[in-house]
Structures are given as structure tokens and as C-alpha cells.
């Protein structure tokens, strides 16, 4: 069965670059632990006060392999700032432990410490077991840290004692609380870039044997702590942002937990504990784990919750259904990206209330998901594209679908493969390489311009992880600056207003109807995905915009569905038509307005004195079309085709077969027509139109509701 690998991509701002390893690159799965939720606080390692780190940037010596940011002869440029001394210095670099600390916890974990290079006494050769290919990395990690014994007092990074989980005192215990060991190149394997160790092996004594070095990972209540740091690969290939994300990320580990907690099988998002190609970003639930953030949980309706820049200010939301899983949670964080490491999209202009659905907290695997505000999507896949040396399907919008995928899911191609979003095919079938599943080219957050709501009934819904409705609503109400406020409710999601409408082209319409130079329009995600709308909904206002032209209204009512009779529209002309909704409830609340609908169909002709469409295109048998819409209130439009100049009647019949109205008798040229009937004198029932032309007739049937 043929499997297509996903490209790995790596974020840096922008950039992008293919990975040549495992992005989750941890090179130990220890033994699962248990889910401690009530916890708060860094579990083996402290995540608050001051901690000293001992930083070592270490290469074998007579290592010659090429490096894009370390040179053989020398360390890398972002070793001097990689740590801060002191809290004093206010490091503001992108690659400083100190200010990610810093900001991800609002100071009240100071980390601090120091920085230097090292170089092995032996080369690589020397630490390689006979019929082995890698070193051994606990014996080659014990002789770098004897060389740093030299220069270093160790005794300055004893500051803690592990007494059990998310309990520290801060007193030495005589064993070094965290170094991080930066190896240049993938000189341990080419299938990890870190570990949440030293290397595991026995212990090592520094410090004339006065203190201990341990290599394991973790603590047990009454042993102690087993182990002293992490190991990170920094291979040639890898960016300097993703480098430092794998420390921050085997440091998590210490902090939160030994397992990969969500491992970016099917979603992306950002957080400490996901890949390296992810926004560093540390989410809502970790911030909870290690206590840097309180959220405050909703636990019925608020009717104004101002949200703050989710990284400069302590500002959070969260809310558990009752029919969801045990510890599911939806997060609302407002991310203004005010931080450098506020990275979680790479679309600049995206701002507003970011909001992941979280499963089980630490269900392993398959657990967090973005819920975009540019909604879920029924997707095709059209064509494959070369992207970066790599033969990765394009994906297109097909439709709103609320129990679809979004931009940040991994799409289904077929039964063999699925692909996250690297190649977007937009309306114009123009296809473009990019990372738009880390968020470039679409808005993913709710704010009062693009989305301002999320409920049971909007697209992304507010359901559970197994799809049950929740009653929930989040409107947002207000943004002034940095902030964003937002109205919650839990059991009146119909009280709010109504969600944003999507419009597109009436599913019950076969592409082909396009060459008639019609639109037929319907709005509300249900005409696509089957699941209702707020059943309050009950009037309609639809706009249209030519070229540079303003808004329009086309249409008020309560219907929600309309065709365009008005011009005729053609794919090769030069001017672009625009149309757009919004809906209202019995409340008189009106929704945002949708997402433009982009014919590409142009304006060539206008109507006739007959009012008749007389379209161009090559007709090659007589026709006669269901007329539209159908069940109609007051007028619908009645299409026809002739393939040769003929004399036509059309005409009107009631149900019992008696003539109403004769609406077309004169001899017609070669080509499509359409006449809008008018019957707002008639009663509500059944009718019947024929048509002759010649020996063509054919009669359709039609309703006329009141």
C-alpha cells in the first residue's frame, strides 16, 4: 500500500527547510507515568525561583564536518547568549533561556547561569564500541563534563533538592540540578535530535567526588532525583530557532513530563512539549501544569471576559463540557504577538482568541486540536506538486464542513495517504508551496472582523472530541488595542448571536449550469454538511460588488438561497463580481458578514427588453430546465436552450390543467434564454410550464409558496 511521508517542515519565522530527522527526537520513551491534573508546579525539576543552568556547547575534537552556524575551529555565535549571568543583564535575543523563561512564566521562574564550549580530550573514534556506529554518548558526555570540572564550579548549580513530585526545596542535595550538553553534528544517531538525559549510565563525581553528576531522567519519592540534564543534537542542517526549541522542549520534559503528551500525528499547534517545528510557544495547558498561569474556568455566563496578550499578560480562559471526556477542556488564549516567541502562526496579521481542544490532557497521542476560525472544509486533492524536492498532494476547499479538517489538520488524500496543508490550490487554480499548516495565508484566530463566534452551530463547532453538542457559546464583543473581550454562556448558545454564514455555490447545481452565465447561491454551512443552523435564523440580507464598485444589496428575505438573473457571467471576461451574507435571528442580532464569494464569472451582456438572458454559448439540443428556485415565493426563472432559430411557446398551466398565462409565443433564434415568471397574482399550489418549439415539447412541474 503506498504511504506518502510528510514533509517536515521547520519553522523560523518564515523560512522553511527540509528535516533530515526524527522532529520528535527524543531518544528515551521512559515508563508512562501517572496523569497527576491537580498537580501544579515543576515535577522533577523546579519551574519556579531561581535556577542555575550550566550550558555546554560540545564537539569531539578533530571534528571537521560542516556546519552552517558552528565552525570546526570555534562555537557558535549564539553561545554568548544563550544564558544570562544574572537577571540584571535583561537579555531580549530570541536564543536566550533567560527571556523565554521569563516571559513564558511573567518572571517568576528565573533562569539563569552560564554558557561555555568544550571539546572532547579523544576523537569520536575513541568512544565508538567495537561493531558499533555511534559513540557511546554516557562515556563521551562524562569526559566533556571532567574537562568543564576543570574550569567550573559545579557546587553553583546545586540549588535544589528533589524531595517528591512538585515538591523542591531550594537547598543543595549534592547533585547538579541542570546542565544542558549541545553536541554539534548528529553524532549520537541520525534518528533524535534530543534527550531528557545525559546519556543514562552510572553517576559521575565532580568536584574532588564531592558532588554528584547523575545521567538518568526523573525522581522517585524517597530515592531522589536520577538524573542531572538533557542532551541536544545541533546538526548542520538545523536552524539556530529550531536548536533552541529541542532544549526548551527536553527541559519540559523535567518540567511537565516524561512522555510526549501529543506527538502532531493528525494536528498542529504550538506548546514546549511539541515538535521541534512547532511554535515554541508553551499553551495554555502546560503554563497550567508548571503553575505560571492561572486560567479561570467557565463555569456559566460571563457576560464580558477581557483576555489580555496571552504571553505578556497572565490571561487565559478555559471551559470543560460536562459531556466531554474527563479533563477535556477547550483553552481561549488571545495571542496579540506582542512576544518574539509568541510563533504559534506565521500569518503576522492573524490576532484575536486562539482556541485548542484539548482530549484528555495527557491522553498520549492524538489530543490537541487548533479550531480555526477559518472553519473546517471538505477538501479535494486535485494534482500533486513539487514542493522542496518533495511530490506532496495540493489540497482545495471544496465546502464548509463542520466535522471536516482545517488548515492545521492533516488532510486525507485517499485511503493510503494523508498530508498536512504544504500546497494550497486557491479559487483561481493557482497552486503555491507554503507552510499553511502552521497558519500562513489563513486567519485561525476569532475576532470582531473575520469570525466573532464559536457554538454549537458555527463553523469550527463547539462539540465535543466525540462530536456531541455542548450548548456553548463564545462571542467576541470588543477589541481596543491588545485586548480582546469575549461573551460566554454554557446552556444558551441560541441566546447569542448567530455564527458567521458560509456562501458558496448551490450544491444541488451541476458545475454545468455555470455556462448559462447564472450564480445560484445558498448560505448556511447545512446545505454542505448536512448538521442544522440556529433554528431561530429567519431573514437573510445578500450584497454584491463589481470590480471596484460598492456593496449592493441583491436581496433581503428569509430565504436563503438566490440566483443571479440579472447579468450574464463568463469565466473568460475581465471583471470580477463579489457577493456576500449575513443572517439574522429572531432577536434581531445580525451575524458577521461571510467570507466574499468570488464568482470569476465576468459581466458581458445585460437583459433583453423580453427580460431574457440570451447567452453566447454553442447549444447543440433543445432543453428545458427545472426552473429555480423551486419551491418559489412569488417569481422564479424558467431556462430553456435551442439549438435552432424555432417558434416558441411557453406557457403556464394550473393543476387541473387550465391555461394561466402564456409567457413566451414568437419565433426565437439559436441559444439559452431565461424569463423570471412573475405569479405574485397567483394562489399557493402546484403549476406546470411547457414548452414548444417545433416538435420539441416538454412540461416540468413547479410549486408556489406563500
Partial sequence: MKKYISLLVVLVFTFLSKAQTNEIGCATRYPEETQEFLQRGGKYLTASGVLKVLVVFAKFKDDNTAHQFWSNNSYPDEMSEFIDS????????????????????FGNFKVIGRAIGVESPYPIEHYIPQNYNYPNRSLAKKDILKVVDDSVDYREFDNWTYISNYYLNNEPDGTVDMIVVIWRGLVFSDGWNGEASLGEGTELLVENDELKIKMGYGGYPGNGIYGSGVTVQYWGERSRESNFKVVVHEIAHWLIHSEHPYNSVNHTFWGMLTLASEGICANTFERERVAWIDSKEINGTILSAPMGDYITTPSAYKYHPENGYQNEMYYFENHQQLSIYDNGTLNLNDKGIFILHFQHGYYIGDCVRILTSDGFWNWKSPRFENCWGNNLPSFQKVAAKRTGK??????????????????YVNNYSQVECNDWSHGYGFNNAFNTTFNDVFSDWSNPP??????????????????????VTARFAIQNSLGGKPSKPYLGWDPTKPDSSYKYGQVYLTWGADFWDGDPIEPDIIWSELQRKIGSEPWNSMYTGSNRSWSDHSIYYNPSGNESVYFRVRVRDSQNKWSI?????????????????????????????????????????????????????????LKIYDILGNEIETVVDESQQVGNYEIIFDASELSSGIYFYRLIAGSFVETKKMILLR
Avoid at 465 to 479: H, K, L, P, Q, R
Wanted: glycine share 4%; hydrophobic share 30%; charged share 20%.
Fill in 406 to 423: 482545517g488548515n492545521r489538520d492533516r488532510i486525507t488524500v485517499s485511503d493510503s495517504c494523508s498530508e498536512y496543508l504544504y500546497s
Fill in 462 to 483: 463547539a462539540k465535543t472530541w466525540a462530536g456531541e453538542s455542548t450548548d456553548f457559546i463564545m462571542e467576541v464583543i470588543n477589541e481596543s488595542g491588545s485586548i
Fill in 593 to 649: 458578514w461571510s467570507d466574499p464569494f468570488d464568482t470569476k464569472m465576468i459581466l458581458v451582456t445585460s437583459v433583453d427588453p423580453l427580460s431574457q438572458n440570451i447567452l453566447s454559448d454553442v447549444v447543440t439540443e433543445y432543453s428545458l430546465y427545472q426552473n429555480f428556485p423551486n419551491p418559489f415565493n412569488s417569481s422564479t426563472t424558467l431556462r430553456y436552450s435551442l439549438p435552432n432559430q424555432s417558434d416558441i411557446l
Fill in 86 to 105: 544574572d537577571m540584571q543583564k535583561g537579555s531580549v535575543h530570541f536564543l536566550n533561556l533567560t527571556n523565554y523563561y521569563k516571559q513564558m512564566s
